[in-house]
């Protein structure tokens, strides 16, 4: 049913009219009667529709064979589907159009229409063209060389798009190279191998080779692949000036596209940014946040990567007011809720402005300790994903629980949990993508053994704390979102309770 409810969603947000759905306007037919239970939500298994259409009696076969009818019918009724009322970037809008002309065009030849055919193929070839097409614009024009070399001979037409297709077929075999060096080092990063030798020297070689080839190459996909394998090598090898002149070049290129490029824009901005926050230029990328967020034309994923963005900016300036801003602005907004991992992350935020409050660092007006107290039961059940998560992405959420106890004076549930957070540091902080986590992990087990004392303490981790300063923050730990305040101010804040606390 997975796949009848996906169509029909699909076909109700791009408001195609039922009329291309519906079989019949008599009562009974079953077929339509599955379509409209399924878009008003009244059924959602297939057990739920066999027991509204047959009251349970009928065969499971006869139910399947009434499924593949109306999924053919809901795919036959994407081809009405009307572009101008789909709300698309010019290129997305495009690239539908020519699918959807390719198709017709191609059915009209089958069943001999070919004069129609050809003319709807030579109209989609102007727009595969425009908006860099390859893959279309490849088949397009080999379909209408032949026609005008055998079915309607023409000369003068058939060398145009013999030449179309030589230049294209270039560009394809460089986009092909592009895409393939593209998808076999973001399956390496994926696999957490980035710090590996042999895909470092594939991320040099692969770099040079394209960027020789760009001079030649104006495809926006070559070009994209192109400037993202650049952006990676620069920014693992902490060269961050290098990533943002690189950034800014992709930036200008994709801006003098005829058609809308804002996804890469965005995608090229965010490395410009992240190199500012690396490089402690932090009014320059707060500049740049502020510029992309106006730029963006919906409250998507990207948005609040943004204000994520904000929020570490202001967390490296140690601006924690600012922090709490943030937060609460995020939070209040409805389409948040629409992001599940990233609602999760901005409570994970919360949790912390709230930890900082409850430890004076934020100073509120008329704080209410009673009222506003931090509850970490129900900030637990708020957080099923990253609190059940095992491979060292939870580290926040260990963190935020211990330092509520100091915090609170609770110490007795401090020394309850040291057990069992040595044995996740043992299990899962042992790489040096981990580090920072295991260094700070490792000074709040000392806290204990230095009875709460703040000199004590101090003492115990000074080399703890000389190794974390050393291990500095990069890019990787900015976008892992473990640190949601950096380690080494927390640490900071930590002595300071101790000594009130004291």
């Known amino acids: 049913m997975d796949d009848l409810i996906s169509l029909v969603q699909l076909i109700t947000r791009k408001k195609i009219s039922d009329k291309y759905i519906l079989k019949s306007e008599m009562e009974g037919n079953k077929q339509d009667h599955l379509y409209l239970a399924i878009k008003n939500g009244v059924v959602h298994t ?30 036959n009724s994407l081809l009405t589907m009307d572009l101008s009322i789909q709300k698309y970037s010019s290129l997305k809008n495009a690239y539908y159009k020519i699918l959807k002309n390719y198709t017709i065009a191609n059915m009209l030849r089958l069943e001999g229409n070919r004069p129609v055919s050809v003319a709807l193929l030579e109209e989609t070839l102007t727009y595969s063209i425009k908006y860099e097409v390859t893959e279309y614009t490849k088949l397009i024009s080999s379909q209408l060389i032949e026609y005008y070399s055998i079915q309607n001979i023409d000369n003068k037409k058939r060398e145009k798009f013999q030449q179309i297709y030589e230049k294209v077929a270039d560009v394809d075999l460089y986009e092909r190279k592009a895409n393939t060096y593209y998808y076999e080092l973001s399956n390496i990063y994926l696999k957490k191998d980035s710090r590996e030798e042999d895909f470092i020297y594939k991320l040099r070689t692969y770099s040079n080779e394209l960027t020789r080839l760009q001079n ?11 400037y993202s394998i650049n952006s990676t090598l620069h920014i693992i090898e902490k060269n961050y000036d290098k990533a943002i002149v690189n950034a800014t070049n992709a930036i200008e290129f994709f801006q003098k596209k005829p058609f809308n490029t804002l996804k890469y824009i965005y995608t090229f901005n965010v490395d410009k940014i992240t190199s500012f926050i690396m490089l402690n230029r932090y009014d320059e990328a707060e500049i740049l946040i502020d510029a992309t967020i106006e730029i963006l034309p919906n409250k998507t994923q990207n948005y609040f990567h943004l204000y994520y963005l904000k929020f570490q900016n202001y967390a490296y300036l140690k601006d924690f007011d600012k922090l709490n801003e943030i937060v609460k602005f ?5 389409e948040i809720s629409n992001y599940k991992l990233q609602y999760e992350l901005w409570k994970i935020r919360e949790a912390y402005i709230s930890l900082l409050i409850e430890s004076e660092v934020i100073t509120i ?62 299990r899962y902080l042992r790489k040096d993508s981990t580090f920072r986590s295991n260094c700070f992990i490792k000074m709040l087990l000392k806290i204990p053994d230095a009875d709460f004392h703040p000199v004590r303490t101090q003492l115990y981790t000074k080399e ?17 979102e473990i640190e949601v305040i950096p380690f080494h101010f927390l640490w900071e804040i930590i ?8």
């Open 46 to 75: 297939e057990e739920e529709a066999i027991l509204l259409l047959y009251d349970n009696e009928v065969s499971l076969a006869t139910f399947q064979r009434l499924k593949s009818r109306l999924k053919e019918k809901l795919l």
């Open 330 to 334: 995020v939070l209040s907004t409805k």
């Open 495 to 502: 002595i300071d309770v101790l000594e009130t606390n004291r």
């Open 464 to 480: 703890l704390l000389k190794k974390l300063n050393s291990h500095k923050l990069d890019y990787e730990m900015l976008t892992n």
């Open 216 to 226: 030649t190459i104006e495809s926006y996909s070559f070009n994209h692949k192109t």
């Open 365 to 426: 007006q008329k704080y209410n300790s009673e009222e506003k107290r931090f509850r970490l039961a129900k900030f637990m059940n708020n957080v099923p994903l990253f609190s059940k998560e095992k491979r060292g992405m939870n580290v926040s959420i260990i963190v935020i629980q211990l330092l509520f106890f100091i915090v609170r004076n609770q110490y007795n549930d401090v020394i309850d949990r040291m057990d069992a957070l040595r044995q996740y540091s043992f």
